[in-house]
């Protein structure tokens, strides 16, 4: 049973960066692909970006690219997204989730850490 616990939200001013941390355990993280997803008040949960479980490949959602940055450290049984140049609209809950391998089912997810953006 794997459990995933994200740190690193706050409130930031337009413009800021923050770093996101997701931290494993278990026994399958570095075996695993990991994604961040996030979902703002009244929409659906979106897709932000995604790793592989070498690290050697990565995905953004459009809007993310060149702003946002995926990392893992498997000796640590971490992710990290690390997010710069933070719009308002980047405002959401942020989840981390685990799947076997890009492209499979999402076996388990974070409990969310809150990203807000001030104007």
């Known amino acids: 049973q794997e459990q995933l616990v994200e740190s690193g939200g706050g409130l930031v001013q337009a413009g800021g960066s923050l770093r996101l941390s997701c931290v494993a355990s278990?026994?399958?993280?570095?075996?695993?692909?990991m994604s961040w997803f996030r979902q703002a008040p009244g929409k659906e949960r979106e897709f932000v970006a995604e790793i592989d479980s070498s690290g050697s490949t990565s995905y953004y959602e459009d809007s993310v690219k060149g702003r946002f940055t995926i990392s893992r450290d498997n000796a640590k049984n971490a992710v990290y997204l690390q997010m710069s140049s933070l719009k308002p609209e980047d405002t959401a809950v942020y989840y981390c989730a685990m799947r076997r391998f890009i492209g499979g089912q999402y076996g388990y997810w974070g409990q969310g850490t809150q990203v807000t953006v001030s104007s």
């Open positions: 278990g026994g399958a993280f570095s075996i695993s692909a």
